[in-house]
């Protein structure tokens, strides 16, 4: 049962939040209070899995009441509540120590799937240990040089997997800035999303940045693409680059969906990432262009440890066979993706990802395999031995018959 406190100063709001959550059956409203002084002293006693609290409260503010019980007990999950939903307010609550932020009355029908999202959390402590500080999370970039190659839709069940397994912290950042789909395959919409770091970019730090991230249900923060085509353009390679080196002290996992366009944000994607998935399909265009990225990978002296080939539509009756695709390419495929004509378009209508709608699937069993091999390059090591990897001899096979 997740016991809640309502802090609000509005009896019209307070009736609305009881009957909201009085048919939740996983949460319990343990006590509210009208003003600030008051609510603290509410939550000190009663100690809630998560505290509801208006901003605009008297006597106390909100912002005030938030920090509070962040400082003095950090098990207590804050959701701050306003009817202001400028990005500004936004910014305030979540320095102040909120998990999450709440417009009113638009978003109160939101409050028990945020009030259990939060609930999962665990907080870090406020002041983390050396080794805690010193530690950073991976950056793994999702890309292929051609479009339909299934990369958003490997990312954000990538995504879902690493946080079932590990139970670490994943982040999600749309790269794919002009027509970014992370947010309809997940049914996320935001005010929040990358263009507002690109417009304040001197200000990007691992705070300002994190607070622009979207929480999927599943746990996992997402980063969106900006809205329109237009607010792309103002995303830069820079701005990518301090992006996800503010993410990676937020997060285990910061999962990079770099679409297919090699400009200059996906360069500096390439160029942060600790590990590199370059998908293609058993096609012949699809093999060609991804030799082509083989020869920029080479280029930009980014070792072989660095990334691996995943095959998606495998087993398509049409498809070029794996030993084809590795006398092609000259490297193994780390692993496929079986064909399925129905799982992927069906979850994506949706708006889920398929790993959740269907995990026994062929399609969520590669995914999960994928996480884990990811995942296992991820846990430190005693004693790593550093050997260079023979650069891909890639041959043109396709073109003379295979």
Not at 312 to 325: C, E, F, I, T, Y
């Amino acid at each position: 049962m997740i016991r809640v406190a309502v802090l609000d100063n509005s009896n019209e709001v307070m009736s609305s939040i009881f009957r909201l959550l009085h048919d939740e059956p996983d949460i319990d409203v343990v006590g509210s209070a009208s003003d600030g002084e008051v609510g603290l002293q509410l939550v000190h006693e009663t100690r809630p899995d998560v505290a509801l609290v208006d901003m605009d409260l008297p006597v106390m503010d909100g912002l005030k009441v938030a920090q509070s019980i962040t400082a003095t007990l950090p098990s207590v999950q804050v959701i701050l509540m306003s009817v202001h939903k400028e990005l500004l307010c936004v910014r305030r609550a979540m320095h102040a120590g909120a998990r999450d932020y709440v417009v009113k009355p638009a978003e109160l029908e939101d409050l028990p799937e945020k009030i259990r999202q939060v609930n999962s959390l665990v907080r870090k402590p406020v002041e983390p240990t050396v080794e805690e500080a010193a530690e950073e999370g991976r950056i793994i970039t999702v890309f292929s040089p051609r479009g339909g190659s299934g990369v958003t839709t490997l990312a954000v069940n990538l995504a879902v997997a690493l946080r079932e397994i590990t139970k670490d912290r994943v982040i999600v950042v749309d790269g794919s800035l002009q027509f970014g789909d992370v947010g309809v395959f997940l049914d996320l919409q935001s005010q929040r999303h990358i263009g507002e770091l690109a417009r304040r970019l001197d200000e990007v730090d691992a705070a300002f940045a994190e607070e622009m991230t979207v929480t999927h249900a599943s746990g996992i923060k997402v980063l969106l693409a900006p809205p329109s085509p237009e607010t792309a353009d103002m995303v830069t390679g820079d701005c990518i680059r301090r992006t996800l080196n503010a993410l990676r002290e937020r997060a285990e996992f910061v999962i990079v969906d770099g679409g297919h366009y090699l400009g200059e944000p996906l360069l500096a994607a390439l160029d942060c990432s600790d590990q590199i998935v370059l998908v293609t399909t058993p096609d012949v265009p699809a093999i060609k262009s991804a030799s082509l990225m083989l020869g920029v990978l080479d280029a930009l002296a980014i070792g072989r440890d660095r990334y691996m080939l995943v095959v998606s539509h495998d087993g398509h009756r049409h498809a070029l066979k794996p030993v084809d695709l590795e006398r092609c390419l000259g490297i193994p495929p780390a692993a496929t993706i079986p064909y399925d004509d129905s799982t992927p378009m069906v979850a994506m209508n949706q708006g889920r990802p398929y790993y959740e709608t269907n995990p026994d699937s062929a399609a969520s069993r590669a995914v999960r395999q994928i996480a884990r091999s990811l995942a296992r390059m991820a846990a430190p090591v005693e004693a790593p031995s550093i050997v260079e990897a023979p650069k891909a001899r890639r041959r043109f096979a396709f073109l003379g018959g295979m």
